[in-house]
């Protein structure tokens, strides 16, 4: 192929990228421009997450600092909660929890008892321990069939512990003897728990399943 030949290819190509250009360069731009949005959308917004997650944190730590010291919100942490539970659950059902102490620290049990109640999404890991809370306050209100009805769960020892009490202060000392027969199942020998179960098995005319391990 001759110099002008290779020459003239050279041109034609050059003039096809031009007009290719012209035809195409804007939507080039604009899509190199969407994907720049688009990264820099998607970094705005991890940020802000964070942020966000930062800060609903910090209101948690202050709120819990404040109720450890036994200052209750007028009220009775409404706000708190449904503030911290919008954006975290978890936080949120920590927050119920501490109040909760707090109200009963300050001798207000049945605020306790309401903000437990009133607890409407609790964190998944955490509901057993609302219910467990709740039950045992319950039952010091003299309300250990309403307790009952938080106490289902067979494989939690806590909860068999608490509906054992609840029987208990029905009358029902086979039900409760059951109960923690139950829940001793389900602790450790070493556990300064079992022992705490084994006394309330005995006080309620059971006997332990190991008369070894209360010696």
Same mark, same amino acid.
């Given at each position: 192929?001759?110099?002008?030949?290779?020459?003239?290819?050279?041109?034609?190509?050059?003039?096809?990228?031009?007009?290719?250009?012209?035809?195409?360069?804007?939507?080039?731009?604009?899509?190199?421009?969407l994907?720049?949005?688009?990264?820099?959308?998607?970094?705005?917004?991890?940020?802000?997450?964070?942020?966000?997650?930062?800060?609903?944190?910090?209101?948690?730590?202050?709120?819990? *600092? &404040? +109720? @450890?010291?036994?200052?209750?919100?007028? %009220?009775?942490?409404?706000?708190?909660?449904? #503030?911290?539970?919008?954006?975290?659950?978890?936080?949120?059902?920590?927050a119920?929890?501490?109040?909760?102490?707090?109200?009963?620290?300050?001798?207000k049990?049945?605020?306790?008892?309401?903000?437990?109640r009133?607890?409407?999404?609790?964190?998944?890991?955490?509901?057993?321990?609302?219910?467990?809370?709740?039950?045992?306050?319950?039952?010091?209100?003299?309300?250990?069939? *309403? &307790? +009952? @009805?938080?106490?289902?769960?067979?494989h %939690?020892?806590?909860?068999?512990?608490?509906? #054992?009490?609840?029987?208990?202060?029905?009358?029902?000392?086979?039900?409760?003897?059951?109960?923690?027969?139950?829940?001793?199942?389900?602790?450790?020998?070493?556990?300064?728990?079992?022992?705490?179960?084994?006394?309330?098995?005995?006080?309620?005319?059971?006997?332990?399943?190991?008369?070894?391990?209360?010696?």
């Open positions: 192929m001759a110099i002008d030949d290779l020459l003239v290819d050279e041109h034609e190509q050059s003039e096809r990228v031009r007009n290719w250009l012209q035809h195409n360069g804007i939507g080039i731009v604009a899509g190199i421009a994907g720049l949005g688009a990264i820099y959308g998607w970094q705005w917004w991890k940020a802000s997450q964070l942020q966000q997650r930062m800060a609903v944190s910090e209101s948690y730590s202050q709120s819990a *600092d &404040a +109720l @450890a010291q036994g200052h209750i919100p007028a %009220d009775n942490g409404k706000a708190l909660i449904s #503030g911290l539970d919008k954006n975290s659950p978890t936080l949120g059902t920590l119920a929890l501490e109040l909760a102490r707090a109200q009963v620290d300050a001798g049990r049945d605020d306790a008892i309401k903000t437990l009133d607890l409407r999404t609790p964190d998944p890991d955490l509901a057993p321990i609302v219910q467990q809370r709740l039950a045992r306050l319950l039952i010091d209100a003299g309300k250990p069939n *309403d &307790a +009952l @009805a938080l106490l289902k769960d067979e %939690d020892p806590a909860m068999l512990d608490t509906r #054992g009490d609840a029987q208990f202060a029905l009358g029902n000392l086979t039900a409760a003897q059951d109960a923690y027969r139950k829940a001793l199942g389900l602790v450790d020998v070493g556990d300064p728990q079992h022992r705490m179960i084994t006394l309330k098995l005995i006080e309620a005319g059971g006997t332990p399943p190991h008369s070894e391990d209360t010696r």
